[in-house]
């Protein structure tokens, strides 16, 4: 296990060196000049190099990328160029509490649908129940959430021009705004998570322990409880793991369209100011995320199921 910790962790160092790299030559070859974004066309030539040399921007690439690391050793992305000298962590840290609290109710409600709805599924196979469920997960699986979030607000409009109960269309304030943006962008996650459960349990059902323990005349329950979910929920492992690894940047498209002021309002702006801290801070923070937590993931696998052997 010790051996599997420290190959990890010099991955993870691997990847993050590698994602930086690639992330800080994309900007730096990039058509355009960020202190002419920034500054507009309407500078002297004095203010123009005096803000590329305040910024390292007069620098050979090699040393202002080595810079960009030294700064990432301190714990800092560097200076934002559009937010006025202000630490790039702290200007998604602005939009960080948003992101994360919408990508962990997200990833909850569809853990809380999906697997039961996956569990029944399987265990009434070939039922009217089971088409139910499954036409149900496929559909929602198939349609992306831009329709189906543009369907919920032009709904919502018409119920409120008719004085009818309804939901907001934007905002994160108030409980009532968070179920249409939590809900819709759950919906996807629980057509995966419900047909994956069902496989699962499928499969689980047709192993020998599972018939050997119905052999022994143990009672359903307990056969279905103790032997068949323990055993199926273990894939799952493998799936929530780097769902957790997207919290932040999962839920772009949620929050433009509900206008909740997260992280993709931050990078948008960032991208269209070509502000490259910020937009490096966003891929870091998202690459980190998503090894940290596939690692997290192969530890529980291996201690949710002992015949895993770390080698």
Known sequence: MIRFLITRTIGLVFVLISVSFVTFLMGYFAPGDPIIALLGNHTTHQIYENLRHI????????????????NLLHGSFGYSFYYQQRPAWDVLSIGLPYSLELGLEVLIVTILLGVPSGIISALRSNTRTDTTFTSIAVLLYSIPDIAIIIA??????????NNLPNLPVAGWDTWQARVGPVL???TTGYGYFARLTKTSVLEALSQDYVRTARSKGLYERIVIYRH??????I?????????????VTGVFITEQLFNIPGVS??????IAQRDYPVIQGTVLLTAATVVIFNALTDISYAIADPRIRVE
Do not use: E, H, K
């Open 55 to 70: 910024y390292g921007l007069d620098l050979p690439w090699y040393q202002q990328y080595f810079n960009f690391l030294n």
């Open 152 to 161: 919920f607000q032009v709904l919502m409009v018409i119920l409120y021009q």
């Open 184 to 186: 819709i962008t759950a």
């Open 228 to 233: 068949t979910l323990r055993n199926a929920c």
């Open 235 to 247: 894939p799952l492992i493998t799936v929530i793991g780097p769902s957790l690894g997207f919290l």
């Open 265 to 270: 309002a931050i990078t948008l702006t960032a």
